[in-house]
């Protein structure tokens, strides 16, 4: 019998975390109709590669000689057509899904007035920013993953399957390259998941969503282009998207995880930085107007 028990005192009842208001939220970001025609887009891009490439393209699936290239290698294996999708989204269309979830996030709340309402049920600000957040992070882990299957259906519906011929020239088995490519999609997670702690942080200065997504994708975009000036090499380090082609080092055997770690330290610090800027800026934004 516990000291409790004898002073008669009943047990304080163990608080439960309750994962309501997180299901709510990726609801919400299931069934809204223009992230779910932004997830078709998204899965469409593959299929119209691949048509291309089978259209078009000559057939090199008996190539001799040569580095492995992944546009190359599409008509020999339709594994490289994930590959090759994920590798165009990955400059555009990936970072434009991030940028409308991070848009909506706080921005769509306050534009639509149901910002002070959710905040009067109560939830506190610092559990509804990392709800906000939790659900882009979601976005960022489904949006490569989309990509990665519809290329990888369509890829060995139109050219086979078969080993893979890796960056680095030897062969694995096709559930081995299976295993690389969710590598590739949870690394791209992390990468746009950092794009979404920016995201958050510009949603919350605005009331306009597309505002914030306008401003995302042209941060996005200049950090692309940046990276191509050789006059600016101190800066390539320091931008968002210096990393995010590292993806390839797991298609090498054996894999680099040391050339892998400086993205990720990279992705760390962008969402540390950018998600306590936002909750300093959430925590004392007025949302009673």
């Not at 019998?1 to 919400?28: K, Q």
């Not at 086979?160 to 490519?181: C, M, N, P, W």
């Not at 990276?227 to 600016?232: A, E, V």
């Not at 969402?271 to 007025?286: H, M, N, Q």
Request: hydrophobic content about 55%.
């Amino acid at each position: 019998m516990s000291a409790v028990e004898v002073a008669g005192v009943p047990a304080a009842p163990v608080r439960r975390v309750s994962t309501r208001f997180l299901r709510s939220e990726l609801r919400l970001i299931a069934v809204r109709r223009r992230n779910q025609v932004g997830l078709a887009a998204l899965a469409a891009v593959p299929v119209v590669l691949a048509v291309a490439m089978k259209v078009a393209a000559p057939d090199t699936s008996d190539r001799p000689g040569g580095g492995p290239d992944f546009f190359a290698q599409i008509t020999g294996n339709g594994f490289f057509v994930a590959l090759a999708a994920l590798g165009v989204e990955l400059g555009l269309f990936l970072p434009i899904a991030i940028a409308m979830l991070a848009g909506d996030a706080v921005a769509g709340e306050a534009n639509q007035g149901t910002l002070r309402y959710l905040l009067t049920v109560p939830v506190g600000r610092t559990r509804l920013l990392a709800v906000k957040y939790a659900g882009i992070v979601a976005g960022a882990f489904l949006a490569p993953l989309v990509v990665a299957v519809s290329g990888l259906v369509i890829g060995l519906i139109l050219f086979g399957g078969g080993d893979v011929t890796l960056l680095s020239g030897s062969q694995v088995g096709f559930g081995e390259a299976l295993l690389r490519l969710l590598g590739v999609c949870l690394y791209l997670g992390v990468c746009l998941s950092a794009l979404g702690a920016v995201g958050l942080f510009l949603s919350t200065l605005t009331e306009q969503p597309m505002g914030a997504t306008i401003a995302l994708t042209m941060l996005t975009v200049a950090s692309f282009v940046l990276q191509q000036i050789p006059q600016l090499d101190w800066l390539h380090p320091y931008l968002l998207t210096r990393h995010w082609q590292d993806f390839g080092e797991l298609l090498r055997d054996p894999v680099s995880f040391g050339a892998l770690t400086p993205g990720l330290l990279s992705a760390g610090a962008y969402v540390l930085v950018f998600a306590t800027a936002a909750w300093a800026r959430f925590a004392g934004r007025d949302v009673t107007s």
